[in-house]
């Protein structure tokens, strides 16, 4: 079956559960074969029933004393069954399955496999797997999928259609040159993409993810270096001079920019007065000070008689960009007028801003992807700016700077990369560094807690929002899963409702409309929602100085850079913020990582000690990355074949630029489908 086909060519995928896979950005079979698991699970021996944690899956075995009863509840027929041993008894329960008291006889031997929980002070598992021990033991020997899942679509169906696809596909033409593959000890593609989904162990996973990963680096690199031959070192269109007023403005502002604030700032007017067009990284740590700077440069521009444009990720983030450049200019005296264009505007608001910037009435646009629409044109742009340039791809990189004839481009990021991989997957672009906070920045107060201090931080939260502060309280899943023991959204705004009466707490995830998430979020930033249950698409997006308190949920599920970007959230404003991690797990070595963003609020540091404290296997629930072009590939934990990956993409182009080469011709077909592909997730 091609890959471009349909979801719903598939069998048994018709219309409903075909908008079902939509939900989750599958529309075709090959973007089914691109939908990787999120993690896998393995069905461990059986252990005595005493050993077994409650609040989590496990299995148990036995022979059972008596046949399992069947009882009437309304409507409802409950199946119970007793299972003892030496160290205890297990209560096994199942609901409208009344043929099971044919299977559960007494006499019989049987593996029950389920999550364990306390219910009237007994062990008791509800529906748990039954097997027998040749079936068990074909279990215990695979590791079975678990993707990423949305109602009406579980784990069972996701993981059939996955099967169906691999079992009836087109195999793919390997593309990546066979000495590069050699070289590297890589899987075939094919292989890699069958035991992705399917292995039979740890190290076939290993095995086909490294040829993923790499591929998604290769691809990834080699078109950011085509952007680089793309641009060159070209005379600029826009050479500008400073500007007094630019100078007057950093003079008239409440507060002093910092030594490294005014370096970069330096180095971006030295760029846009220099002759060549401006083709520069601004990282920033969280709160470090980068917006001014993209002001600053753009007040540049409009008083060179230019324009210039800030893409920012989100409607919200977009929305406060503009509402406070708007405050600042009229605060000032600055004669300069600021656009807004975002997707959720009407067609008139639309309309209206178009002819502004048609006209050069604006000289300053600010939004959101829809900036690059062809709806938009602009008059003169000079300088285009985009913020969290980790949530854009190559594809729109490329697009935004094609809007004006070669425009200087500067993009801004929070996420603290060291410098060696920021130069790699930043090849084509000049680095700055914000490393320097604000003398005024009060410290967020750190703390890792285990599950006990929950009703401790229920009750610190109560008392920040009697104090008029917000909260948000972060949980790695949107609802609970069948396949993985982890703290859900909609359950724990449930939870919180109970425990905190009368505060105002909503929920946002990515599952829901963009017209839903940006109204929450909107509610939140003017204080109307009190408490906000999220999961981490809050990471970036929302500026709400009035939050002092972040909660995460499942600590230990997160990558470190992505826990410190969700800590950035709070202390933004001028009242003390806290931190609280919580660690649900038991894993070795877990405290020691969630113990480094104790001890510090410094990016790069946390960054940098990442990197020495994970390694290649390390793969489960841990990736920070995920907002580039990968979907496999971690920079942190794949920091060695990123590496490798861009020596290997120099030392081919230094052969064949072009990739013109007859044994390069595969290489070339799919750096153009990923190119396209790029262009294509911006739904123009």
Not at 456 to 463: L, P, Q, S
Not at 620 to 642: V, Y
Not at 655 to 662: F, Q, V
Request: glycine fraction near 8%; charge should be neutral; proline fraction near 3%.
């Amino acid at each position: 079956m091609d890959k471009e086909r349909s979801i719903r060519d598939l069998k048994g995928i018709g219309d409903k559960t075909g908008k079902l896979f939509e939900k989750l950005g599958v529309f075709t079979v090959g973007d089914l074969l691109e939908y990787y698991p999120r993690d896998y699970h393995t069905y461990g021996p059986p252990v005595p029933i005493g050993e077994l944690k409650l609040d989590m899956a496990g299995a148990a075995a036995g022979i059972l004393r008596q046949t399992a009863s069947v009882r009437r509840f309304q409507s409802t027929q409950v199946i119970t069954a007793s299972l003892r041993d030496e160290t205890g008894t297990l209560q096994l329960t199942w609901f409208n399955m009344p043929f099971l008291r044919n299977t559960l006889q007494a006499g019989t031997y049987h593996i029950f496999y389920g999550k364990v929980v306390k219910k009237n002070n007994r062990l008791t598992m509800e529906q748990p797997e039954i097997f027998n021990r040749e079936g068990y033991q074909a279990m215990m020997e695979n590791m079975q999928p678990v993707y990423g899942q949305t109602k009406g679509l579980g784990n069972k169906a996701i993981t059939k259609a996955v099967a169906q696809a691999l079992d009836g596909r087109q195999m793919e033409k390997e593309y990546l040159p066979a000495y590069i593959r050699k070289k590297y000890e890589l899987a075939e593609y094919n292989y890699a993409i069958q035991h992705i989904h399917f292995p039979e162990n740890r190290q076939e996973l290993l095995f086909a993810r490294k040829r993923l990963v790499f591929d998604e680096f290769f691809l990834f690199i080699l078109a950011v270096r085509r952007l680089k031959e793309k641009r060159g070192q070209h005379r600029g269109r826009y050479v500008m001079k400073k500007t007094p007023q630019v100078r007057e403005l950093v003079e008239k502002l409440p507060y002093e920019l910092t030594n490294a604030q005014k370096k970069v700032l330096s180095e971006v007017e030295s760029d846009l007065t220099g002759g060549l067009a401006m083709n520069r990284l601004v990282q920033g740590d969280v709160g470090s000070g980068k917006t001014i700077i993209a002001v600053l440069a753009l007040l540049m521009a409009a008083y060179n008689g230019f324009q210039g444009a800030i893409m920012a990720p989100t409607e919200v983030l977009a929305r406060q960009h503009y509402e406070s450049m708007k405050e600042l200019f009229e605060e000032y005296g600055i004669d300069k007028v600021p656009v807004l264009v975002t997707g959720s505007m009407t067609a008139k608001e639309k309309r209206m801003a178009y002819e502004k910037i048609k006209s050069h009435e604006a000289d300053i646009i600010v939004g959101t992807h829809a900036l690059i629409q062809d709806k938009v044109i602009y008059d003169n742009l000079a300088l285009v700016i985009t913020d969290e340039q980790h949530r854009f791809g190559v594809g729109q990189r490329e697009m935004l700077g094609n809007k004006g004839q070669e425009p200087h481009v500067m993009v801004m990021s929070a996420t603290p990369i060291p410098r060696t991989l920021a130069i790699i997957l930043y090849g084509d672009l000049d680095i700055s560094v914000i490393d320097e906070l604000p003398s005024n920045r009060l410290p967020v107060k750190n703390c890792v807690v285990n599950t006990g201090y929950r009703k401790n931080a229920y009750h610190f939260i109560g008392n920040q929002i009697k104090e008029g502060r917000q909260a948000y309280v972060i949980c790695p899943m949107v609802e609970a899963s069948e396949m993985m023991e982890a703290e859900n959204v909609l359950d724990y705004t449930k939870t919180l409702r109970s425990e905190l009466p009368g505060v105002e707490i909503q929920y946002l995830h990515g599952k829901m409309k963009p017209k839903e998430k940006n109204q929450i979020m909107e509610d939140f930033a003017a204080g109307i929602i009190q408490v906000l249950v999220s999961t981490t698409v809050v990471e970036v997006g929302v500026n709400v100085p009035n939050a002092t308190v972040m909660m995460i949920e499942n600590a230990e599920r997160f990558g470190l850079a992505q826990l410190h970007q969700l800590r950035g959230r709070v202390g933004r404003g001028k009242y003390q913020s806290y931190c609280v991690m919580v660690n649900c797990g038991d894993q070795e070595g877990t405290q020691e990582r969630l113990d480094i963003l104790n001890r510090s609020n410094d990016g790069f540091y946390i960054a940098s000690e990442d990197l020495k404290l994970r390694g290649p296997g390390d793969i489960f629930g841990l990736r920070q990355s995920g907002d580039m072009e990968f979907k496999l590939a971690d920079i942190f934990t794949d920091a060695n074949i990123l590496k490798n990956v861009s020596e290997e993409v120099n030392l081919l182009l230094e052969r064949d630029r072009e990739l013109a080469m007859e044994e390069h011709q595969d290489l070339r077909r799919r750096l153009n489908e990923y190119l396209e592909r790029s262009y294509e997730k911006l739904n123009l």
